[in-house]
């Protein structure tokens, strides 16, 4: 997706949430196309969120990070953890039969 359609809807001075931040890419997009917005970035997986930290590297101060997931309801639950190709589709809800690929 071109990120650059965001910037019609976006104003510079916004709250963004990047829910499963994965490494951080889309954090980093965030953080220099809006030059004032604080992200606030969540990430679930402990290596992912490792990850996600460690690139960010400029604009620090504009940037929360996040080690949990977002849900409808407040507690622990289990994190279904996906790996290989498919390592950016981790969730809280039961995997299907596209991890088995």
């Known amino acids: 997706m071109d990120k650059n359609i965001l910037r019609k809807y976006i104003p510079n001075n916004s709250v963004i949430l990047d829910a499963g931040a994965f490494n951080g890419g889309d954090t ?6 809006f030059p004032e917005c604080l992200v606030l970035a969540f990430e679930p ?9 460690n690139s960010i590297t400029v604009h ?11 849900d409808n309801s407040v507690g622990k639950k289990e994190m279904y953890i996906s790996s290989g190709y498919s390592n950016q589709s981790s969730s809280l809800m039961k995997p299907k039969e596209h ?3």
Not at 28 to 33: A, I, K, Q, S
Request: hydrophobic content about 45%; cysteine-free.
């Open 99 to 101: 991890l088995n690929i």
């Open 28 to 33: 980093n997009d965030f953080l220099n196309m």
């Open 60 to 70: 620090k101060e504009r940037v929360k990070t996040f080690n949990i997931a977002l």
């Open 45 to 53: 997986v402990s290596e992912l969120y490792k990850t996600l930290t």
